[in-house]
């Protein structure tokens, strides 16, 4: 079984500053990692996601996450945030194959003019 | 491309009822996922199906049941409506097995209210 947790339920940061999300995972066998991003009043948009390979992923709107396999960590970055991301954002988790999402909490990102 | 489809966008019920969503997933896609996002509880994984069979279930009543169409599109059911079921309910797709690689595209949901 799998499990994800968000460290953060809030984030506040101002316009321009960089920003980093964090998200531990658990899980007994490899899994594939994501990161969506949901807009108030919206369904869920994937920003990146890890399969294989590189551990640096580069995903939309600017944002990238690292995976490390020893922290069992999956952080997502934004050098330069902007009002227009003021969302809550979401890690999950799944097995290799197609088997079902696990969610982290979310945590709610909240861009200062 | 069109993405997933979800419908009513909003449903309004009363304790004891009956509710019925709909999904049509991506074009190609033979799996779909349900999810329920309440307050407080986050997304929780309800059911997947793929090709018209129930492959997994979430830790939810037997009131909640589904089905999948020839067509891959879906029916969530939810019977005899609680309080507590009141949520966003999301539908998701993705491709079938390990072509999927894991990655589900999600509609916009189909928020249910429970009065």
């Known amino acids: 079984a799998q499990s994800v947790t968000q460290l953060d339920s809030q984030v506040p940061v101002f316009e321009e500053a960089p920003v980093e999300l964090r998200c531990n995972y658990s899980?007994?066998?490899?899994?594939?990692l994501f990161w969506y991003v949901q807009y108030p009043n919206q369904g869920l948009q994937l920003l990146l996601k890890y399969l294989s390979g590189s551990t640096l992923v580069k995903g939309i709107n600017g944002f990238e996450a690292e995976f490390n396999k020893s922290q069992t960590s999956f952080h997502l970055r934004k050098p330069s945030v902007h009002i227009s991301d003021t969302a809550e954002y979401f890690c999950?988790?799944?097995?290799?194959?197609?088997?079902?999402?696990?969610f982290g909490q979310g945590t709610r990102l909240t861009i200062n003019p | 491309e069109a993405g997933v489809t979800q419908s009513p966008t909003h449903l309004i019920k009363t304790r004891g009822q009956q509710a019925t969503l709909r999904c049509s997933p991506i074009s190609g896609h033979t799996s779909v996922y349900w999810y329920q996002q309440a307050l407080g509880l986050g997304l929780q994984f309800l059911l997947w199906y793929d090709e018209g069979e129930e492959r997994n279930r979430g830790n939810f009543p037997p009131r909640f049941s589904g089905r999948q169409f020839p067509n891959y599109s879906s029916e969530l059911n939810v019977n005899a409506l609680e309080l507590e079921d009141s949520a966003l309910y999301l539908c998701?797709?993705?491709?079938?097995?390990?072509?999927?690689?894991?990655?589900?595209?999600f509609g916009p949901g189909t928020r249910l209210t429970v009065l």
């Open positions: 998701a797709s993705s491709l079938a097995g390990t072509s999927g690689m894991g990655e589900q595209f």
């Open positions: 899980s007994s066998v490899s899994v594939y």
């Open positions: 999950a988790v799944s097995g290799q194959g197609a088997q079902k999402l696990v």
